[in-house]
């Protein structure tokens, strides 16, 4: 059984819009960052976006001022807004939830793939 479901993918053309969304309901822990990543055909896995429980954010320098993640502390839910979209954003995007206490643990979720065409 997979922890994090993400969901929100698809097609679109350059310049629109998908908002990606990711279920962490199977983790009964408090969750202490969640972030969005991203792996295209053939390349390695990158950071996209991250948020701590806090609300702090970090973002990779090709999705500045274009993406925006936040999260539902309550519900257990981490989005990914995805504005302005480009042919190199194209990847599977995963969820991932990082957990310290009660004990240290990362989880992964199968993925969903967005596609944007030229």
């Known amino acids: 059984q997979v922890p994090l479901v993400e969901s929100g993918g698809g097609l679109v053309q350059t310049g629109g819009s998908l908002r990606l969304s990711c279920a962490a309901s199977?983790?009964?822990?408090?969750?202490?960052?969640m972030g969005w990543y991203r792996q295209a055909s053939g390349k390695q896995r990158e950071l996209v976006a991250e948020i701590t429980r806090g609300g702090s954010t970090n973002y990779a320098d090709s999705v500045k001022g274009r993406f925006t993640i936040s999260r539902d502390n309550a519900k257990n839910m981490v989005y990914l807004q995805m504005n302005g979209l480009k042919p190199d954003d194209t990847a599977v995007y995963y969820c991932?939830?990082?957990?310290?206490?009660?004990?240290?643990?990362?989880?992964w979720g199968q993925g969903t793939q967005v596609t944007v065409s030229s």
């Open positions: 199977g983790i009964i822990f408090s969750i202490n960052a």
């Open positions: 991932n939830a990082n957990l310290v206490v009660p004990f240290k643990a990362n989880y």
